[in-house]
């Protein structure tokens, strides 16, 4: 993160995309994490989850939400005057993650409002968006970002 920020609320307006790509994701990483933290048969068993509805390994949701907020913080987050979130509005998994998927993250501002109490700050909702190297939309995201204003 660098000292000052480059990014502030002023920054952030309606239509404003950020797109990065994401690294490949392997079969060891997906049983890994659903090891630890979602151990269903079809995230952690290549056998179990050939004969499941997905017909292989997939990684868990929760998986491609945490490598969407890893390319949300590379993408731009780490260079704002992020103040944190209040949350997220809206979490869809439309297709399965698969090792091997080329994963291609898009981040688009849907609307920014500065604070009514507080001057020095705006709130800003993104829709994220997750798709996979055949153009197809795994992971589709609404949630609110808090920024503080650009110094006088």
Known sequence: MS???RLF????HAGMTVERDLPVLSEQEIIEF????????FHIDPERAAGSIYGGLIASGWHTVSLMMRAICEGYLLEAASLGSPGVDNVRWLKPVR?????????TV????????????????HRWQL???????????????????RPR
């Open 34 to 41: 659903a090891t630890k933290y979602d151990p269903q048969s």
């Open 99 to 107: 090792a091997g998927d080329r994963l291609h993250m898009r981040m």
């Open 131 to 149: 798709l996979n190297d055949r153009d197809e939309l795994v992971l589709d995201m609404t949630g609110i970002g808090m920024f503080r204003c």
């Open 9 to 12: 609320f002023e920054d952030f």
């Open 110 to 125: 849907e609307s920014a409002r500065p604070s009514r109490s507080r001057p020095d700050r705006g709130s800003v909702v």
């Open 3 to 5: 000292a000052e920020p």
